[in-house]
């Protein structure tokens, strides 16, 4: 089946420091990637749709210039937590699809974690 | 907007016991609704899906039927097993087909 792995799956870091996660689709190339976050007990919360060589489209109340999403290619998609702060810990998972939006397979996710 | 609730676990069971774990929706329209599984240490994966009212998803063994007059998308298994362990979750698509809105999952323990 289809795989997307995420990397780093931990990270830690300072008030303030900006921290890079990249999303890749390792068997197939994905023409959308979505980026969702999600808070302890509670569902996912999706943040941004983006397709490869074109800007994201961010949900509502989602700050762009905090989390930068970048789709350079049709396998690697990045997101950018900027100036990261405590309560932007969370667990942020990747997903990403070839054609339909309901067969999206999804990344383990990234545990952030900013002191 | 559309939602979707779930029932709050962790649920824990006995292997061979029968499962549901309850799910509700919001929506306008005619949504396609989701159950999604998520093993530890994997992501998210596709188990069942409805389009339309009625339908039956299956997978499994796992069960659910589109329920439009209540608005449910309860799952169902008839005989758990310890490797069924896992967070469940309850999706729909909206009618653009676009977006999937996601219930907060539920965690099911099954204990030999």
């Known amino acids: 089946g289809a795989v997307v792995s995420q990397h780093p799956s931990w990270v830690i870091c300072k008030s303030g420091t900006s921290v890079k996660i990249e999303c890749r689709s390792l068997?197939?190339?994905?023409?959308?990637m979505f980026w969702y976050r999600q808070f302890p007990k509670q569902s996912l919360m999706l943040m941004a749709t983006s397709n490869e060589g074109s800007k994201a489209t961010y949900e509502q109340g989602v700050e762009k210039d905090k989390f930068l999403i970048n789709h350079a290619s049709l396998t690697l998609s990045t997101l950018t937590v900027t100036s990261a702060h405590p309560e932007d810990s969370s667990f942020y998972i990747c997903?990403?699809?070839?054609?339909?939006?309901?067969?999206?397979?999804f990344g383990p996710g990234t545990r952030l974690l900013v002191l | 907007g559309n939602s979707v609730t779930q029932m709050e676990g962790p649920v824990t069971l006995s292997e061979e016991a029968f499962l549901t774990i309850n799910c509700t929706y919001t929506a306008t329209g005619y949504p396609s609704l989701f159950w999604y599984v998520q093993y530890p240490g994997e992501g998210l994966q596709l188990l069942l899906k409805a389009t339309k009212a009625d339908d039956k998803g299956s997978n499994k063994g796992f069960e659910a039927t589109y329920r439009k007059e209540t608005t449910s998308f309860h799952l169902e298994k008839g005989s758990v097993q310890v490797s069924d362990s896992a967070v469940y979750f309850c999706a729909l698509l909206n009618n653009a087909g676009n977006m999937l809105t996601f219930g907060g999952g539920t965690r099911l323990m099954v204990k030999p």
């Open positions: 997903s990403a699809s070839v054609r339909q939006v309901e067969t999206q397979y």
């Open positions: 068997d197939f190339q994905a023409t959308t």
